[in-house]
């Protein structure tokens, strides 16, 4: 893969891991570019999302993860105290006086959902028309076809409630394919 993401699929090179850090609110971008002009690796996984503003829909990339970010770090050779003094940054998040790595896998799963626009394709597995099942809610173990995908986190999936058939509006998240 070339482009802005290249350099983030590198295996953790000796003792580098990701780490948390938490932005100050809506300002993950502006933390984001302060933390990489110090010359960390970050990585803010975003997705598109749909806004309605005065009668005009407008897509909009928005934080997966609204407040917080991740940076590469190998704790032994870098100045990672240096994070919690830069701008958009409110701290590190630690554990026993030292920063909490994310556990291994977790951020790497991430970034394979990640397209060459930077953006976090969390639906790429479900596609309208196929089958889906229900993993949370009160439609939990519910199956159905997936009638339409949304840019805003929701899908409808036509289910069978009570004999009848009926579309009901879910969070991607709550589904998973069959």
């Known amino acids: 893969m070339s482009g802005p993401l290249s350099g983030l699929f590198q295996v953790n090179a000796g003792g580098q891991r990701w780490y948390v850090v938490q932005a100050r609110a809506r300002s993950e971008e ?26 005009k829909r407008r897509t909009v990339l928005h934080a997966l993860f609204p407040g917080y970010l991740f940076v590469r770090l190998d704790l032994e050779r870098e100045r990672w105290r240096s994070i919690n003094g830069t701008i958009g940054v409110v701290q590190v998040v630690m554990g026993s006086n030292r920063p909490l790595a994310v556990p291994d896998g977790v951020v790497e799963t991430i970034l394979t959902y990640v397209d060459a626009d930077g953006i976090a394709r969390l639906d790429r597995d479900l596609s309208q028309g196929q089958t889906v099942r229900v993993k949370l809610g009160p439609f939990t173990e519910s199956i159905g076809p997936l009638m339409r995908l949304d840019p805003n986190e929701r899908a409808r999936v036509l289910l069978e409630i009570m004999g009848r058939a009926v579309e009901i509006n879910l969070p991607r998240r709550a589904l998973e394919a069959v």
């Open 30 to 55: 502006t933390a984001r570019f302060n933390l990489e002009a110090q010359g960390f690796e970050v990585f803010l996984p975003r997705t598109q999302r749909t806004v309605l503003h005065a009668r």
